[in-house]
């Protein structure tokens, strides 16, 4: 009797397969986008989040058995922390993010807020900020970003004495 065992994450494109037939010598898989294998459990990446028809033949001397598991595997969102391109030596520098494909659940910044957005105070000096975000989907994503003040200007001019 063909029979299996599938551990789809929360987050990702990557399933393990567990061969839980009885009797079979041999196994050959379908994984559904096109990918056979015949390991006896497998492990295997798929290229995108959908549905897949997962299929297991359990082989031995005398016939087969097929069973089939249709497997969803949800979208992976992407976290993009938004930062100016410029900011002046000691002033303020406002931080938000962009997170697509899931919703937050939460988020932490390094610097220890918890808002949405994050307001970082009189930037004197290079600093790096990590951001991490959850998902109602459960996954976890980070993000970081390196912020370095412009100077500010400063005038100068130089004269140089003329001989009469």
């Known amino acids: 009797m063909a029979l299996f065992n599938v551990d789809v994450p929360p987050c990702g494109l990557n399933i393990i397969l567990e061969n839980a037939s009885e009797n079979s010598t041999t196994v050959e898989w379908d994984l559904g986008d096109g990918t ?92 790096s900020i990590n951001l991490t975000v959850v998902g109602t989907n459960g996954c976890t994503y980070t993000d970081d970003v390196a912020l370095s003040p412009s100077p500010t200007p400063t005038a100068l001019f130089t004269q140089e004495a003329q001989e009469c």
């Open 36 to 127: 056979l294998d015949n390991l006896e459990s497998p492990t295997h990446s798929y290229s995108t989040s959908g549905s897949y028809d997962v299929r297991l033949v359990a082989i031995n001397a005398c016939g087969s058995d097929t069973t089939t598991l249709t497997i969803s595997l949800a979208s992976i969102g992407s976290l993009e922390l938004i930062a100016p391109d410029t900011f002046c030596y000691g002033s303020e520098v406002d931080l938000s993010y962009a997170l697509t494909d899931d919703t937050p659940v939460s988020q932490v910044w390094s610097t220890g807020g918890n808002d949405p957005t994050e307001l970082i105070p009189a930037i004197t000096t290079d600093i």
